[in-house]
């Protein structure tokens, strides 16, 4: 509320600025109705100054004088017209420039402020910020100290494995999959470990599980099969790959040995919902915020619209082949990789990148 | 509440903009001064309301409220504070709000001058003020609007772009700013005497300030800018021919030739026309350059051509104002009175020449700026114009101009004597040989053009202080009479032997780079790398770790013929953030040259990639610009009227003292 108020006084402020003027009688001044003899005027005078100062010998002096005053004579005469203060028309004027201001001034402002302006925000403050911003300060700090000290102890595993779920909160993904990696190596693989190594490295290839995950997640099942995160990544790799009974068996054997309530449940729910098995919708699930699976599939029919008329670089061809295979559309990622070789044909790096991905993804072999 | 109670100022400024258009104009047409005076508020209130605005952004940048898409794209809660300010206008839209923010700051100033302009003069000049400031208020808020929310906040902002986290770029935008936007104001005066069909010597002593000042800042601008490319960019060059920096040069050529044709006008009443041309001229390469960067145009055509709709906003607003006032010009110029006459040899002559030259040299640049440009368009294919081009053109017509310079300054005004004023130059020309010989006959194998250079640069400096030497002295005047009339010469006077030395001071800089020599090496712990007399010595590298970057910090040791300078560090930064590494060149001033270290790969068994540049007297380049700044700033101070004397018919032997 407070806002609208100051809003509405700056508004008025802006208002009052012309109609003050508006509302003034004012007589201009000789030199301002007559500059053109007073600028000569002085320069006649100055020109004087100059011969006392010596700056002008006499002879000088006399022909610029000479000259200024040809063009003082010549400058009167040339008096602007009286002006026009007072009568009639000047008062319908008047009363219309005021009309002028008080209407576009605050029409404009809040035409183009509604249009672009945010004022839900003032009215709800989004108050979580101000502790957010306190909290990521102390974080920076935090951060900072721990890197620090594991410059000087690099092989401080522990250090690593604390610093590694912040660097991932702050969106440092690369340092989060390094520091990970340098937590398995001085601390010795666990389940719980290598599934958070993996699922970084997941994050950090935009959802795909590469083979090196993968293998990194058969580790951690190894070690504990009964750890949800990696048995999770493991059936995402499988759907990848186009092996959609082994996932949906190993969705289905996720959810069944899952405690009632576990955090992950939806998401396997969800996935099941995708390969096409039927769930129990339970309340409430629809009012919960994802991006829907249209939203998905009109971004990358988008982007492979953009590159077939466009073109793109091997990097967007390899994104498209990529989000193909993470939808499961192995048919359509197999044609992208075709479509990609013939139009990146003259571009050898870029040819060696679509075949690196094809490999990544498994799509060189023959068939699902 | 302060980023929202800003966006809705920056909308308040555009409805008071528009009253500042249309209100002022009429009142000047109906010859109403209350009308008029409604200028003079708006102006004011104009600027109010978007410095209220640029407050507003800056508080949300030092606070990183990072519910402004603005702030999180660039900017950084670890980012040192200075850095947070100036990554205001580090990006396009604040900086386009800091343009918007200078030109009301102008427009503002002329408000102010309550009895030096007269009230139909500075309407119409508000007037015309407003419309610009219409344009680019418009600009801002339908395409890049720097208040845009995010909700939910981030956590953290994206950082601002390394290469711009330097004070560099603090304080060069500001410079640059202030320079393109002020010659805004030299164009609204001209429209508005194209508008009220007058224009006298009044006119040119009002406008004189404003450009003055406007090419002050751009001289230091532009200076800063290529200072820090210098040393920010580790290439070790100083000028690159970039558009960029072209689209920065165009105005500044053609305000060098606005800035003396002002001068004619107002000490002689001639050269009008010519003059208000020029006034819009350089506002338009203003604008131009400010196309040219803003938009995309240059990283891409294409990218232009994806995402059209800021460089097509600016494109219209370009056609809009430059068409429209190139219209009126046509329409209008006809009508204006001409002034003074002048024989063909004459300080007013020299002038025009002066203005040729520069108006020639700046269409060079700008065909080598826009021939790319139009080439990529029509055929797709993508060339770039460098120094070879510019080389050709650009120096053939500055080499002359800088030649006639001194000449044209001992020129009398209205008449002059070529033979007599050559005979007051001989000592200055018989020095600046004998210096050009002496360094080439001490220097023999060094490049030919590096004594010629510098040769030239010292028949400016040598010719612009003739000046002062001929108007307090001649032969048989005690010295200390001398010193007094010389220190009695009128500040403006002063200011034009301070700019124009600094003229030849940046020539001898630029021709001293022919000397310059180079090494290249990868070189190990203890190595050394050497280049003409000088060598460096890597002593160790070490990491470094800072709040928002980490470095690889290279500390070597400088030998001249063997002989130890001390040390500097050069160093390999990496910003973590965006992942993006820079190099921060190691400089070492020695004398007025500098030896500078720029870092190349660092391998993992610890050598290092090393450029070693000995640069002799390369501070002289900006040196050189600060002194021509200076001389602005000088001649900015004096107020007095300027008084061309003029040389009577009668009198003309060869041996007479032409007069200033």
């Known amino acids: 509320m407070v806002i609208w108020i100051i809003l509405l006084l700056m508004t008025a402020a802006a208002v009052m600025a012309v109609l003050w003027p508006l509302s003034r009688h004012r007589t201009p001044t000789a030199e301002q109705l007559d500059p053109d003899t007073q600028f000569y005027r002085e320069q006649i005078a100055e020109i004087e100054r100059d011969r006392e100062r010596g700056v002008l010998l006499a002879s000088e002096a006399e022909a610029a004088k000479a000259e200024a005053g040809r063009r003082l004579l010549r400058a009167t005469g040339m008096m602007a017209d009286a002006s026009a203060t007072l009568g009639e028309p000047a008062l319908r004027r008047r009363r219309a420039a005021s009309t002028l201001a008080l209407s576009v001034i605050p029409i404009i402002a809040l035409a183009l402020y509604g249009a672009y302006g945010s004022p839900q925000l003032l009215t709800h403050p989004p108050r979580e910020r101000a502790e957010g911003q306190q909290g990521s300060l102390d974080l920076v700090t935090a951060v900072s100290q721990i890197e620090a000290h594991l410059a000087q102890n690099p092989q401080d595993g522990r250090g690593w494995e604390v610093v590694a779920p912040v660097y991932l909160r702050m969106g440092r993904i690369e340092d989060a999959v390094k520091a990970y990696e340098a937590a398995v190596r001085y601390l010795g693989p666990s389940a719980d470990r290598l599934s958070n190594y993996g699922e970084v490295m997941v994050l950090a290839k935009d959802g795909l599980v590469s083979s090196e995950a993968q293998k990194v997640f058969e580790q951690a099942v190894e070690l504990d099969n009964t750890s949800p995160k990696a048995r999770y990544y493991l059936a995402v790799a499988a759907e990848q790959d186009g092996r959609l009974d082994k996932a949906k068996q190993a969705y289905a054997d996720l959810l069944a040995s899952s405690p009632e309530g576990a955090p992950w449940a939806e998401v396997v729910k969800q996935r099941l919902a995708g390969l096409g098995v039927a769930q129990p919708v339970v309340a409430g699930q629809e009012n919960a915020p994802q991006i829907g699976a249209d939203d998905i599939a009109r971004m990358v029919s988008g982007l492979a619209e953009r590159l077939e008329t466009q073109g793109g670089s091997p990097d967007e061809w390899a994104r498209l082949i990529r989000s193909y295979a993470v939808l499961g559309q192995h048919d359509k990622a197999r044609a992208t990789v075709e479509r990609a070789r013939q139009v990146l044909a003259q571009d050898d790096a870029g040819l060696k990148a679509i075949d690196a991905t094809a490999r990544e993804l498994k799509l060189t072999d023959a068939g699902p | ?660």
Not at chain 2, 609 to 636: D, E, F, N
């Open chain 2, 1 to 660: 509440m302060f980023v929202e109670a800003g966006h809705f100022a920056l909308a308040l400024a555009l409805g008071l903009s528009l009253i500042q258009f249309v209100v002022p104009l009429w009142g000047a047409r109906a010859n109403d001064p209350v009308l008029m005076s409604v200028g003079r508020a708006t102006g004011l209130a104009v600027f109010a309301c978007i410095a209220f605005a640029f407050m507003a952004l800056t508080i949300a940048y030092v606070t990183s409220d990072f519910s402004v898409v603005n702030v999180v794209e660039n900017s950084h809660s670890a980012k040192p504070l200075i850095y947070k300010i100036s990554g205001v206008w580090g990006n396009h839209e604040g900086s386009m709000l800091l343009w918007v923010l200078i030109l009301a700051l102008c427009g503002a100033v002329v408000a102010l001058a309550r009895n030096s302009i007269p009230l139909r003069l500075q309407a119409n000049t508000l007037a015309i003020q407003g419309a610009i400031t219409i344009a680019f208020l418009l600009f801002i808020l339908l395409t890049s609007n720097p208040f845009t929310r995010i909700v939910p906040a981030p956590a953290e902002g994206q950082d601002l772009n390394p290469l711009l986290q330097d004070p560099g770029l603090a304080i060069h935008p500001p410079l640059l700013y202030i320079g393109y936007v002020g010659f805004s104001i030299s164009f609204a005066f001209a429209i508005a005497a194209l508008i009220d069909g007058r224009i006298d010597a009044v006119w040119a002593r009002i406008v004189r300030p404003w450009t003055l000042g406007a090419w002050a800042f751009l001289t230091l601008g532009i200076a800063m800018g290529s200072y820090w490319a210098y040393y920010e960019l580790g290439w070790g060059g100083w000028w690159f021919w970039d558009p960029v920096e072209n689209a920065s040069l165009m105005p500044w050529l053609a305000g060098t030739a606005l800035l003396h044709s002002t001068v004619v006008m107002e000490k002689r009443d001639a050269l009008k026309v010519w003059t208000i041309l020029l006034a819009i001229l350089t506002f338009s390469l203003s604008l131009l350059g400010t196309f040219l960067v803003r938009s995309g145009v240059l990283t891409s055509v294409h990218s232009f051509a994806v995402d059209p709709e800021r460089g097509t906003f600016i494109l219209v607003i370009l056609i809009l104002f430059i068409g429209g006032s190139l219209a009126l010009f046509a329409w209008r110029a006809p009508l204006l009175k001409q002034g003074g006459l002048f024989a063909p040899v004459s300080r007013e002559s020299a002038l025009v020449v002066n203005n040729l030259f520069l108006a020639t040299a700046c269409a060079t640049v700008l065909i080598g700026t826009l021939y790319p440009l139009a080439l990529e368009v029509v055929t797709g294919e993508k060339i770039s114009v460098g120094p070879p081009f510019f080389n050709f053109t650009f120096l053939p017509l500055i080499i002359p101009l800088l030649l006639l310079l001194p000449l044209g300054q001992t020129l009398a005004w209205k008449r002059g004597n070529f033979l007599g004023t050559a005979q007051r130059l001989y000592m200055v020309f018989g020095i600046s040989l004998v210096v050009t010989m002496a360094i080439f006959a001490f220097e023999h194998g060094g490049p030919v053009a590096a004594p010629l250079g510098i040769g030239l640069g010292v028949y400016l400096v040598l010719g612009s202080f003739n000046e002062i030497v001929a108007r307090s002295w001649s032969r048989g005047t005690p010295l200390a009479v001398a010193w007094h009339k010389a220190a009695n010469l009128p500040r403006s006077t002063w200011g034009a032997v301070l700019a124009h030395a600094g003229v030849g001071l940046t020539v001898i800089g630029i021709a001293a780079t022919a000397w310059g020599v180079e090494g290249l090496a990868t070189v190990r712990v203890g190595d050394r790398i050497k280049a003409g007399d000088y060598e460096a010595r890597l002593e160790r590298v070490v990491p470094r770790m800072e709040a928002n970057y980490r470095d690889d910090v290279a500390v070597f040791t400088i030998f001249r013929q063997g002989r130890e300078l001390g040390s500097l560090e050069s160093m390999k930064r990496l910003y973590v953030t965006r992942g993006m590494p820079t190099t921060e060149a190691g400089i070492m001033t020695v004398g007025l040259g500098q030896v500078y270290v720029s870092l190349g790969e660092v391998a993992a068994d610890g050598s290092v990639g090393v450029r070693l540049y000995h640069k002799p007297l390369v501070l002289l380049i900006w040196i050189g610009s600060l002194v021509m700044a200076l001389g602005g700033g000088v001649s900015l101070m004096d107020r007095r009227l300027r008084i061309g004397a003029p040389v009577r018919a009668k009198m003309v032997p060869a041996a007479a003292v032409p007069a200033e």
